[in-house]
């Protein structure tokens, strides 16, 4: 083998560790197909599938955590984020792909516009106090 005269420790920095980039961990990708938007406060849950995640030789080992991380209880996208140190596009690069793989489904909130108004609640509580 040729010797190239480059640093073998070029990829790895001694307080970060190796160094790999967000777009390597998701394979260039910004988006999995048919992923919907994935809010902040979106529950990643576990399917009865994941029980044994590391069977499957497709997962990075970050989908691997994401898996371990909600086996243990389901986790926000933003606290994957946080919990894994990766910025949130990837998570939910990461996320969409177990979704697709059915490892886990995601727990969307309900959006504002479907929640009942707080008008109207005060009236019925109002309503049913003068009965």
Request: proline content about 10%; overall charge negative.
């Amino acid at each position: 083998m040729k010797e190239t005269g480059r640093d073998p420790q070029a990829w790895f920095d001694g307080e970060a560790g190796p160094v790999v980039r967000p777009y390597a961990m998701t394979r260039g990708r910004t988006e999995t197909a048919g992923q919907h938007r994935l809010d902040l406060i979106a529950l990643v849950v576990p399917e009865p599938a994941a029980e044994e995640p590391g069977l499957d030789r497709n997962l990075s080992p970050e989908h691997l955590e994401i898996v371990e991380r909600c086996l243990d209880a389901p986790q926000s996208v933003a606290e994957l984020a946080s919990g894994l140190d990766l910025p949130i596009g990837v998570i939910r690069v990461l996320v969409g792909d177990l979704v697709e793989d059915e490892l886990v489904y995601v727990s969307r909130p309900v959006p504002p516009a479907e929640l009942p108004d707080v008008n109207i609640l005060r009236e019925v509580i109002n309503g049913l106090r003068a009965l």
